[in-house]
């Protein structure tokens, strides 16, 4: 289809709708229309950029990326062997003391040079995501407010949360304790496909604030985004040995990382967590694991149904829901339901999908074939097992091989597999619910615990039910943003969603070990002063009773 012959933006005419029942019709959602003279992938990805990128990468072999808007190459790029992921963490580690002894003040004012360079050249890296990932450009700028708002966060703060903690001693004045943060050494990240620039250097800026070296391997389809953020680090002052990337497929370049590092950060599916998990396992190394999730919205019969059903536009689709913490189930109070699915449907059916590398378009394509074909084999799986299609439900590649339409399921029930399963697309599947401890139960019924969403007009009694969900994220009132883009508080899964967190002090903490330093002064812990042993051992005895007395922690 031309944009000639797309519907305006926001209409929504029925009779446009030759959908042919198998996904393959251009539906109803209108297409955004590319402004005139819009840049293109020959204009951005030039060979010039793409050897500029990739010239430090460890690859004695040849791969390639694409772009979703279109399935055609991107660029050709080095393939890494395991010998070659052996060798980026060699130099990573020759790098990685130096960059350890460096002041950590001035390990931060990189960060926070690189926060002003990601704000000032944000276009470079927005036509990056977006033709990488097929995002639309405003759910690309989300990522770069993510890594802005990381990078001041650490900035500021680093000092703080590696600064060493004076503890009272065993024996108070007797014994001084200071605990101090060392570095783990080299951390190996391997990052996701579906936000390359956030889940990849955004969760590497505490790695290397905190003294340690980093061996990344993202995606290889979205690699040129992460490569593009390595230069600009490098620009703002990290010696570019000590951020070692690597490419590759997943099954022979994942377990050749944590073969290697001395700490692992994942970000991925369950499944392959736990293959992460026990290799790290095997080695003693800690692992920090960020997995998938099936997250629900709850709205109460108090919420406000407009505000709620704007709301669950951003909180189903943007990234075309390719977001670990994107909902997937709708539970709404039966009174305003239908009211609710109504207002949201009409949002939905709005919603302008788009490949240009501008802002316009509501949501952008899936990543390639297999989320795809997971995704339409959840919706006509449903369809076909007694579900009410409410909105979309078709593959649209009038506008791009791999675009689906914003889908909206009604009447889902446990055995079709999205009742249960990580879709990881643009499909929500509402229930109905009467009485909120039912809807609490119904919520937490699943392996996952990533995150939730609660929406009322009552805030204490948000945070009241918000308090009952099993989800390491609860957002009262907004789809998921406002618990991640808080980078003082920790963010990660409870259940099968993952260990550790990112963000807060957990966030940099787990890049660096614990270590105890006690200086023992005047006596030993030991008899003395001519005390025998049954002396020395009433004279503790005493000494704690006092301790205990006096409060002493």
Known sequence: MTDSQAPAPGTNDSSNDTSDGAGNGKGTNPIAPAPAGARTAVDVVTPELVAQLTRDVVGSGRTANHTPFTGEKLADLPESTPEDVALAFERARAAQAAWAATPVRRRAAVLLRFHDLVLQRQAEVLDLIQLETGKARLHAHEEVQAVAVAARHYGRKAPSYLSSKRHTGVVPTLTKVVENRVPRGVIGQIAPWNYPLELSVGDALPAFVSGNAVVMKPDTETCLTALWARDLLIEAGL????????????????????????????????????????????????????????????????????????????????????????????????????????????????????????????????????????????????????????????????????????????????????????????????????????????????????????????????????????????????????????????????????????????GILKYTEAQTVAQQRLMPLAPSFGMDDEKYAAFMSTSLRVMKAFRLR
């Open 239 to 506: 010696p570019a040995e000590v951020f070692q990337v690597v490419l590759g497929e997943g099954p022979v370049v994942g377990p050749e990382v944590v073969k290697h590092a001395d700490y692992v950060s994942f970000t991925g599916s369950t499944r392959t967590g736990r293959e992460v998990a026990q290799g790290a396992a095997a080695r003693l190394v800690g692992v920090s694991l960020e997995l998938g999730g099936k997250n629900a919205m709850l709205v109460l019969q108090d919420a406000d149904v407009d505000k709620a059903a704007a709301g669950a536009v951003r909180a189903c689709f943007s990234s075309a829901g390719q977001l670990c913490i994107s909902i997937e189930r709708l539970y709404v109070h039966e009174s305003i339901a239908d009211e609710f699915v109504a207002r949201f449907a009409a949002r939905t059916r709005a919603m302008r999908l788009g490949t240009s590398l501008a802002y316009g378009a509501d949501m952008g394509s899936l990543v390639g074939e297999r989320q795809l074909e997971t995704v339409t084999r959840h919706v006509e799986e449903a369809v076909s097992k007694g579900a009410t299609l409410v909105a979309g439900g078709v593959a649209r590649p009038d506008i791009g091989p791999y675009f689906f339409e914003p889908t909206i399921l009604d009447g889902v029930e446990a055995p079709m597999s999205v009742c249960n399963e990580e879709t990881f697309g643009p499909v929500v599947s509402v229930y109905r619910f009467t009485d909120e401890d039912e809807v609490v139960e119904r919520a937490n019924a699943t392996a996952y615990g990533l995150n939730s969403s609660v929406w009322t007009k009552d805030g204490r009694r948000g945070r009241a039910v918000a308090a009952r969900l099993r989800t390491g994220t609860v957002n009262v009132n907004e789809g998921y943003a406002p618990a991640y883009g808080s980078v003082q508080s920790p963010m990660g899964g409870m259940k099968d969603s993952g260990l550790g967190r990112r963000h807060g002090s957990e």
